[in-house]
T-cell receptor
């Protein structure tokens, strides 16, 4: 059965430092996608970054990068140069199947990140 | 472009009442998803549609929940009768197979439902 695990309920980081949020997944489907979403206290879900299972390179989007280790089934989010506005809940999610098939997302329990000034 | 639109943003109702949540996906998107978020269960998919057809409704809790998508620009999630344990934030999301963002699900702002 597909599963996403985020083992860090809460994390603290000093402003301007880098932080890594952990995510491991389990699936038997060779084709899947991995996502990170940010949910600030206002409640909206904001897409951050995507990694496809067949992508050769790790995904990057500005200050966000995804450390994809396929053999370990891990997809950790790295935020460089943390800002106060990065304080939020972060969710890792997985979609099984090819992207053009739509497909539901399975979410982890989330990690609450607090950035200290 | 307008994002995913949900209404109402907040709903407070009494146990036993019917509740209808509404969603307008992004124009051109052909997949629509209903998620529920609670402290206990986190974010979980209730149902999703592809080209207005329900594909997976295995997350719908019970017969009190029903969802429809009569056309490409509108979907409803109905709870009848509502119970206090239905209190949650309900998100609608949509996606498109079109490039370059074929993989991304765009979320609406959510409807916070409180059943007393």
């Amino acid at each position: 059965a597909q599963k996403i695990t985020q083992t860090q309920p809460g994390m603290f980081v000093q402003e301007k430092e880098a932080v890594t949020l952990d995510c491991t997944y389990d699936t038997s489907d060779p084709s899947y996608g991995l996502f990170w979403y940010k949910q600030p206290s206002s409640g909206e879900m904001i897409f951050l970054i995507y990694q496809g299972s067949y992508d050769q390179q790790n995904a990057t989007e500005g200050r966000y990068s995804l450390n994809f280790q396929k053999a370990r089934k891990s997809a950790n989010l790295v935020i460089s140069a943390s800002q106060l506005g990065d304080s939020a809940m972060y969710f890792c999610a997985m979609r099984e199947g090819r992207r053009n098939q739509g497909g539901k997302l399975i979410f982890g329990q989330g990690t609450e990140l607090s950035v200290k000034p | 472009d307008a994002g995913v639109i949900q209404s109402p943003r907040h709903e407070v109702t009494e146990m036993g009442q019917e509740v209808t949540l509404r969603c307008k996906p992004i124009s051109g998107h052909n997949s629509l998803f209903w998620y529920r978020q609670t402290m206990m269960r986190g974010l979980e998919l209730l149902i999703y549609f592809n080209n207005n057809v329900p594909i997976d409704d295995s997350g719908m809790p019970e017969d009190r929940f029903s969802a429809k998508m009569p056309n490409a620009s509108f979907s409803t999630l109905k709870i009848q009768p509502s119970e206090p344990r239905d209190s949650a934030v309900y998100f609608c999301a949509s996606s498109t197979p079109g490039l370059p963002r074929a993989y991304e699900q765009y979320f609406g702002p959510g409807t916070r439902l409180t059943v007393t």
